[in-house]
């Protein structure tokens, strides 16, 4: 469970806490709470940090001895950089930090959402800050003999308040837990999840959550016409899966539509990756996992737009039942694919999931799906691809991501490259001639199935998994996408109108 968040304008000497944390600026400056905790123990802080090299840069945090003078057991400081210069992200990654040093203690309180600037709106402020403290205790650890789940149940907000500061905490409490519990689906190991045992648990996460769901298996595929999810499912032991989800309130009157790609594991097929190309490959499930995540919120954020999903789930084996390079299926819209690389299988399931969600008449589609390592040649391991065929939703989604704090750079579909994909004997190959390019052409290659509907892809091969611990973000699944879903929802409306 995620810690609760209160808010209180007690005085900072006096407030009861197992540990309290007060920000520094840049050059030692103290920050709101860190001089009156400097008066309480008798104005030694400044000589304290010099001692132990403490400067109030980012990511910094010390320990501070308090005699027993304060109503807190103990003291850090953590430092924030220039004053000026402090961001939401930069309040939401100081969080984390104090989320982490707080990790074997109950109760913390903060004076951290003084220090945004007048600049920062005070309500997205305290939404950033209990992100960072939730997404900053996040810990996989199903599989640990002596796990060490962070102890931290109670955070205590000392500063000025209201009603919309305390809205707020919980709703970035809120989104964080539906990132951890991507994280979660993303770190575990595919031999636990396949494609039924994740559509049991959204049939499970829908019924808690206000969801209709409708999961099409075996010959409901055929019967649906899903050629690509049945092509690349057919070499895996494990069968695929096509998961609808909808969230409709009351008085709805626009509709977004979100699909993920959910390969639960990538091993190529019979274009079969090498050794170290596959280790990561569990987490090609990441969009489908940010999907049902930002799904399983949307009540709880009193979001007013009806959303759809669709969630492909498939697993990429290679055996003697699975597709060849060569072979041609045949796509829910009619288009036919020529399978050129049974690796480029991410397109394939997408490509159903989209032509079926245009069905649906959305007012616009987003897609995310761990798609190319083309994309992160291009954009890294931090930054997702945007790639669109309407300017204005682009646009939209583009605004949403910097809301929410996640990274993502626009890429051109260019209408030249199109013809990389042509195909000898089908309508369109699955792969283009070359490397070059690999995002784009993979981009255009969805493009074909969603028609005239604004539409909207998103790379996320990259940020969906980090190499290393970085702040908010620890090292493994990150639930990339499931803050910039719910921020999308939250502000929905009909592209250019
Ligand atoms: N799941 C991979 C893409 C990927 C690569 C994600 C690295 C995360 C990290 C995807 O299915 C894939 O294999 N793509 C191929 C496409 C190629 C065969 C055209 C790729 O990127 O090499
Ligand atoms: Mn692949
Ligand atoms: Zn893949």
Redesign the pocket.
């Known amino acids: 469970m995620a810690a609760s968040f209160t808010q209180t304008t007690t005085a900072v000497e006096a407030v009861v806490a197992d540990l309290l944390a007060v920000p520094v600026f840049a050059e030692r400056a103290l920050g709101p709470g860190a001089d009156a905790v400097d008066s309480a123990l008798g104005g030694g802080l400044a000589e304290f940090m010099d001692k132990t090299g403490f400067n109030g840069k980012p990511g910094e945090s010390l320990a501070v001895p308090t005699g027993g003078r304060l109503g807190a057991k103990a003291v850090i400081l953590v430092g924030l950089g220039k004053r000026d210069e402090l961001t939401l992200d930069g309040l939401r990654r100081a969080a984390a930090v104090v989320a982490k040093r707080a990790s074997r203690v109950k109760s913390l309180a903060t004076t951290l959402l003084d220090a945004a600037p007048d600049s920062v709106n005070r309500a997205d402020a305290a939404q950033a800050l209990a992100e960072g403290v939730v997404l900053g205790s996040y810990k996989f650890l199903r599989y640990k003999g002596d796990p060490k789940p962070s102890k931290l149940s109670r955070v205590i907000v000392v500063g000025r308040g209201g009603a919309r500061v305390k809205a707020s905490l919980w709703r970035g409490s809120r989104i964080a837990e539906a990132v951890s519990w991507a994280r979660d689906l993303v770190n575990e190991p595919s031999g636990a999840k396949s494609p039924a045992e994740i559509a049991a648990l959204t049939r499970k996460v829908a019924r808690g959550s206000g969801l209709k769901v409708k999961v099409l298996t075996g010959s409901n595929l055929a019967a649906e016409r899903l050629g690509g999810v049945i092509g690349v499912g057919q070499g895996s032991q494990r069968p695929p899966c096509m998961v609808r989800l909808e969230y409709e309130p009351a008085g709805a009157r626009r509709t977004v539509a979100f699909v993920g ?1 959910g ?1 639960v594991f ?1 091993s ?1 097929g019979l ?1 079969l ?1 090498p050794a170290a ?1 596959m280790e ?2 569990k ?2 499930m990441s969009g489908a996992a940010a999907v049902i995540a930002a799904m399983s919120a949307l009540r709880d954020l009193e979001v007013k737009a009806r959303v759809i999903a669709y969630v492909p789930l498939v697993e ?1 084996m290679p055996s003697g039942s699975a597709i060849r390079p060569g072979d041609v299926l045949t796509h829910r819209n009619g288009k036919t694919v020529e399978v050129l ?1 049974t ?5 394939l399931i997408l490509a159903d999931a989209l032509a079926m969600a245009v069905e649906d008449e959305p007012d616009a589609i987003v897609d995310l ?8 040649i291009a954009l890294g391991e931090k930054i997702a691809g945007l790639m669109g065929n309407d300017d204005a939703w682009s646009g939209q989604v583009g605004d949403a991501a910097d809301r929410a704090g996640e990274s993502m750079w626009h890429l051109p579909l260019p209408d030249e490259y199109r013809k990389l994909l042509d195909s000898e004997v089908a309508d369109i190959a ?3 001639g070359g ?1 070059y390019g ?1 995002a784009l ?2 981009g255009l290659f969805l493009k074909e199935f969603v028609g005239d509907v604004p539409w909207v892809h998103l790379d996320i ?2 940020p ?2 980090a190499s290393a611990d970085d702040g908010h973000t620890p090292k493994g699944g990150t639930g990339f996408g499931v803050r910039t879903l719910l921020e999308i929802a939250s502000s929905f409306r009909a592209p250019g109108r």
């Open positions: 790609k390969v990538d190529g274009s990756k190309g990561t490959m987490t090609d990429n690389n690796d480029a299988e991410g397109r799906a761990t798609l190319t390592g083309a994309c992160v699955n792969i283009s490397r690999g052409t993979a091969a990259g969906a998994r």
